[in-house]
């Protein structure tokens, strides 16, 4: 979650896990350090954490294939994309999946612009598609983007433009598009 220690993870079981690493309170007296991790600060004084195992607090389940990426742009809202080829948002407090739009071919990675609020999701099938999440039926993908040699990887929008993405390939290339366009800058 954007400024908090709250985070969501993919899985190949088909799951989202939400973990929270709110820290724990530090322990001042050495004697009570057994199994824990110390820290110093920036004045030298030695702080110690408890070392524990920690599980999520929430498992969200809805996908029939891996989940291979998830973002969680707003506290509210997270997305996940799935081999199942489907995209899904969820609410963050109850865990419920709220809405699904489902696509042609396997999501390998996915990523939110707060600024434009689109989706940009990779793909095996070598293309990049623009999502937007207010739209319904078919209007909800706004823009395929064509350039790669190879399965999509990664993509990110630029956080001083809302119209700039940049994308990875196994084509062993970094493509930088301007959304208005369909042909790549570099």
């Known amino acids: 979650m954007p400024g908090g220690d709250k985070f969501c993870s993919a899985s190949w079981d088909k799951t989202i896990a939400l973990w929270d690493f709110s820290p724990s309170q530090p322990i001042e007296d050495e004697s009570e350090t057994q199994g824990r991790k110390k820290r110093k600060t920036n004045n030298n004084t030695k702080i110690t954490f408890p070392c524990t195992e920690i599980q999520p ?28 080829s489907s995209i899904k948002q969820w609410d963050a407090a109850t865990g419920y999946d709220i809405k699904t739009w489902n696509g042609s071919k396997a999501i390998s990675c996915l990523r939110f612009s707060t600024e434009a609020n689109l989706l940009a999701s990779g793909h095996h099938d070598k293309v990049i598609r ?30 001083s433009s809302y119209f700039l993405l940049a994308s990875a390939s196994h084509d062993g290339t970094v493509k930088l598009w301007d959304i208005r366009s369909e042909v790549p800058l570099y």
Do not use: F, M
């Open 130 to 159: 623009i999502w937007d999440p207010r739209q319904e039926g078919k209007e909800v993908i706004k823009l395929q983007l064509k350039s790669h040699k190879a399965w999509v990887t990664s993509v990110s929008w630029c956080p």
């Open 57 to 84: 607090v929430s498992i969200l389940t809805g996908h029939t294939q891996n989940v291979t990426s998830v973002c969680w742009p707003h506290p509210s809202a997270i997305y996940s994309g799935s081999w199942d």
